[in-house]
Structures are given as structure tokens and as C-alpha cells.
Nanobody
Framework: QVQLVESGGGSVQAGGSLKLSCAAS????????MGWYRQAPGKERELVST???????SYADSVKGRFTDSQDNAKSTLYLQMNSLKTEDTGVYYC????????????????WGQGTQVTVSS
């Protein structure tokens, strides 16, 4: 059974940094892609970043140049380094992972973590 557990959230002032971690169990890194969503109060969930099985990352325009994905396959952990944080980055951040089905196709964002709160104050 796949489990994704996020950590590293917290409160920080605007301009500060946080590094989120997503520890995966029962999941084989480098098989399919992973990523991060976030949800701000009263807003829809937003895809923040994705990282493909070959390590290629892509980012939402709102975080490009400030956020960086990385992964440690040996530790089965995905990271999101968040720099130059803004108040609008506040929200619950969810780690997501694709699922490799029996047809060899990666089903996008099949698995979700429980989320970690990030609060950025001015």
C-alpha cells in the first residue's frame, strides 16, 4: 500500500524559505512522476510542480524561479524547496504520486498525502 507523508510545513515571514519533504512508502521512485499541489483557503487546488520519472521538473508560473523540486531515490523522499515565499503561497501542500497500472501506464496523481500547512505572513 502506497503512503505519502509530508513534513516541513510551518509559519514563516514573507521572503523566507521552507523545505517540504514527502516520504513515500510502498512506492518505487523513478517509475512514474510525482508532484505537489496546494490549496489556499477558499480557493481551488493548484498544481504547484511536477517531477517526472527521469527527474525533469516543471512549475506553475506563480512559483517558477522560487520553488525547486528534488528527490532522493535512496530515501524514497521528494522535496520542495520554497524560497522568497509570498503571502499568496499560504495553503495546505499535498504531495502526489502517479500510479503505474497493469497496462504500464502512469495514472496521474493517483496517490495523495495528508497535506502540510504552510503559512506566510507579511
Amino acid at each position: 500500500q502506497v503512503q505519502l507523508v509530508e513534513s516541513g510545513g510551518g509559519s514563516v515571514q514573507a521572503g523566507g524559505s521552507l523545505k517540504l519533504s514527502c516520504a513515500a512508502s510502498g512506492y518505487i521512485f523513478s517509475t512514474c512522476g510525482m508532484g505537489w499541489y496546494r490549496q489556499a483557503p477558499g480557493k481551488e487546488r493548484e498544481l504547484v510542480s511536477t517531477i517526472s520519472s527521469d527527474g525533469t521538473a516543471s512549475y506553475a508560473d506563480s512559483v517558477k524561479g522560487r520553488f525547486t523540486d528534488s528527490q532522493d531515490n535512496a530515501k524514497s523522499t521528494l522535496y520542495l524547496q520554497m524560497n522568497s515565499l509570498k503571502t499568496e503561497d499560504t495553503g495546505v501542500y499535498y504531495c502526489v504520486a502517479d500510479a503505474l497500472n497493469t497496462s504500464g501506464y502512469c495514472e496521474p496523481f493517483r496517490y495523495w498525502g495528508q497535506g502540510t500547512q504552510v503559512t506566510v505572513s507579511s
